[in-house]
C-alpha cells in the first residue's frame, strides 16, 4: 500500500479530524519495519484486567503535551526500545467503540535492530511480511493486524455497520456489568440485524434527560420463541443467543453445547463477554 509522506500539516490535520469525530483517546502504533520483518511486542500481565497479547509498538496522545510525532517517538524509544532512524509514512487509522479510540499508524525505520530493552516478561517477535496469510500470533489485538495488513499491501476489511439499536442498548445495560456484557455480544452477532428479533426489544426514553434512547431485550420470550421455531437460527447465532441470554438474566445453558463449534471470532467475543460481566469493560 502507498504510504502518505509525513508532514506537519498531515499530523496536525490527523488530530483535528479525531477531535471533529468526537474520539476520546489517540493513539499512535509504529509498524517497525526491519527487511521483509514486523515488530510485534508482547504485553499484559496475564491477569484478568491486562490479559497477555501481542500489538504493535504503541502509546497514547497526552492532551494538550504531546505531538503526533511525539507519540510514534515515545511508541519506538521507549515502548520497544529502539532508537528511531525515520518516520517513513502514514497507513491510515483504525477505530474502537465503546470507549472511542482511534489508533493511527505510522511506518518507521530503527538504527539496529538487533538492539532492544525487552526482556523476558515483555518480550517481542518479528513477524515475517513476506507470509501470505500472514500469521500473527495468538492474541494479536484488532489494531496491529489491520495496520500491520495495510503496511504489507493487504486492504483493511470494510467497516462493520452497527445495527441502529446498538447505542439504546448500551445506554438501556449502562451500569449493569452482566446486562452490558450480554449486549455487546448480541451486537457482535447477527440477531440484532433480524426483523423477526426486534419484537423482543422494547424502547424508550430515558427520564433523567428526556433524551436518550434506552432499548432492553426480553430475553426470556426471545429464547421462549427461538425453543418453539419462531427464531429459526443456525448453530453459531443459537450459541451466541444462548449464551447472551445466561450472562443478561441467569438462563441455564448447556456450556458443553453452547461452547463448541464456534469460530474463533465468536469465542473471542464470548471471552470478552466473561470477562465484561466479571467487571472487566473493554478498553
Not at 518479528?126 to 484488532?142: N, Y
Not at 439499536?165 to 447477527?190: F, T
Not at 447465532?237 to 444462548?242: A, D, G, P, Q, S
Amino acid at each position: 500500500m502507498a504510504r502518505t509522506p509525513i508532514t506537519g500539516p498531515l499530523l496536525t490535520g490527523l488530530l483535528a479530524t479525531a477531535r471533529a469525530d468526537g474520539v476520546a483517546f489517540v493513539r499512535a502504533a509504529a509498524v517497525v519495519e526491519d527487511g521483509n520483518s514486523i515488530l510485534l511486542l508482547h504485553r499484559g500481565d496475564g491477569d484478568d484486567f491486562l490479559p497477555y497479547s501481542w500489538e504493535l509498538p504503541s502509546c497514547q496522545l497526552i492532551p494538550d503535551r504531546d505531538q503526533l510525532g511525539d507519540v510514534i517517538h515515545r511508541a519506538v524509544t521507549r515502548t520497544a526500545g529502539h532508537h528511531l532512524n525515520k518516520i517513513t509514512g502514514y497507513l491510515g487509522y483504525h477505530d474502537q467503540h465503546h470507549p472511542a479510540i482511534r489508533t493511527f499508524g505510522f511506518t518507521v525505520t530503527i538504527t539496529d535492530a538487533a538492539t532492544t530493552c525487552r526482556d523476558a516478561r515483555w518480550g517481542y517477535q518479528w513477524l515475517r511480511a513476506w507470509r501470505r496469510p500472514l500469521r500473527f500470533p495468538d492474541g494479536t489485538d484488532d489494531a496491529s493486524q489491520i495496520l500491520t495488513g495495510l503496511a504489507v499491501g493487504i486492504p483493511a476489511p470494510a467497516p462493520r455497520i452497527e445495527p441502529e439499536l446498538a447505542d439504546p442498548l448500551r445506554a438501556g445495560a449502562r451500569g449493569l456489568y452482566a446486562a452490558e456484557a450480554a449486549c455487546e455480544l448480541l451486537i457482535a452477532s447477527h440477531w440484532l440485524h433480524r426483523g423477526d428479533f426486534t419484537p423482543f426489544i422494547t424502547t424508550a426514553t430515558s427520564c433523567t434527560d428526556g433524551a436518550t434512547e434506552l432499548a432492553h431485550i426480553d430475553w426470556h420470550a426471545a429464547t421462549a420463541a427461538h425453543t418453539a421455531g419462531r427464531l429459526p437460527s443456525g448453530g453459531a447465532e443459537t450459541r451466541i443467543l444462548r449464551l447472551a441470554a445466561s450472562i443478561a438474566a441467569g438462563i441455564p445453558v448447556n456450556l458443553n453445547q453452547a461452547l463448541s463449534s464456534l469460530d474463533g471470532t465468536s469465542i473471542n467475543h464470548v471471552v470478552r463477554a466473561v470477562r465484561h460481566a466479571n467487571g472487566d469493560r473493554p478498553q
